[in-house]
C-alpha cells in the first residue's frame, strides 16, 4: 500500500482510477494540472507518482524532467495516450519507472504498480539469496547455481543479473541498462545488453528461445520477471 499522486486531467478517467486505487488500499491525492501536481510533490511526499502526459498547463515530461531529488517521488508511472516508442523511451531515460499506454486495464494497472509498490517496501539485505525458475543467486559467495550446480557467468553477466535482479517486475530501457551496469551512454553500444541478456537466457532460462524471465519489451527494453506474483 503506498501514497500516491494521480495527475490527470480528464475528470472521469481520473474518476475511476482514484476509486481503484483507493480500494487496493492506496492513499491518493489527485492533481490535474503540472503546478497542482508540483505542489502536491512538494508537500505530500508521495511514494509513487502516476502521471499523464498531455496535461493543460504543460507538458508532462518536462514536469518529469524538472523533478529532482528530494521532491521527486521515489517511483513514477506514467500513463499515456502517446503510444510511439520514442516518447516512452524519452519517459523512461527520464526516470519513469514503468509506462502504460492509454487505454488500459485497471488490473494490468494494479499490476504494475504491485511491482513498484513490491521494490518500495523491500527492505535491502545484506546477504541476499535470490531465486527464480532453477536458479539460486547467493550474493555472498556471488555463486550462481542451477539446482544445485554451478553457472559459471563472467563478471559482466554477473553485474547484469544482479541489475535485473535488483528491478524485479520493472521495465529497464537498453540505455539505462547500459549506463547502469557498463557505465556508458554511447547508444552504439546497446548491442552489449543485446548480447550479455542472450548469453544469461542461454546458462539460466529453461528454454532460452522462450524466455520467461529476461523479458524483451519490444523497442524499449527489458524487464525481469522472478516468476513469484508477477
Ligand atoms: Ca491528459
Request: charged share 25%; proline share 7%; aromatic share 6%.
Amino acid at each position: 500500500m503506498a501514497r500516491i499522486l494521480l495527475v490527470e486531467d480528464d475528470p472521469p478517467l481520473r474518476a475511476v482510477l482514484f476509486r481503484t486505487l483507493t480500494r487496493a488500499g492506496h492513499t491518493v491525492e489527485t492533481a490535474s494540472r503540472v503546478a497542482a501536481a508540483a505542489e502536491a510533490c512538494r508537500t505530500g511526499a508521495p511514494e509513487i507518482l502516476i502521471l499523464d502526459l498531455g496535461l493543460p498547463d504543460g507538458d508532462g515530461l518536462e514536469f518529469l524532467a524538472s523533478l529532482l531529488p528530494p521532491v521527486r517521488p521515489p517511483s513514477v508511472l506514467v500513463l499515456s495516450a502517446r503510444s510511439q516508442e520514442s516518447v516512452k523511451v524519452t519517459a523512461l531515460d527520464l526516470g519513469a519507472d514503468d509506462y502504460l499506454t492509454k487505454p488500459f486495464g485497471t488490473a494490468e494497472l494494479l499490476a504494475r504498480l504491485r511491482a513498484l509498490d513490491r521494490r518500495l517496501h523491500t527492505p535491502p539485505r545484506t546477504a541476499p539469496a535470490a531465486s527464480f525458475g532453477e536458479i539460486t543467486v547467493d550474493r555472498e559467495r556471488s555463486l550462481v547455481t542451477r539446482q544445485g550446480q554451478n553457472v559459471p557467468l563472467t563478471a559482466r553477466e554477473y553485474a547484469l543479473l544482479l541489475f535485473f535482479l535488483d528491478h524485479p517486475g520493472v521495465l529497464l530501457t537498453t540505455r539505462r541498462i547500459l549506463h547502469e551496469v557498463w557505465e556508458r551512454d554511447d547508444p552504439e553500444l546497446a548491442v552489449y545488453v543485446r548480447v550479455y541478456t542472450a548469453r544469461l537466457r542461454r546458462k539460466l532460462e529453461r528454454d532460452p528461445r522462450r524466455p520467461r524471465h529476461f523479458v524483451t519489451e519490444i523497442g524499449l527494453g527489458y524487464r525481469f520477471v522472478s516468476g513469484e506474483g508477477e
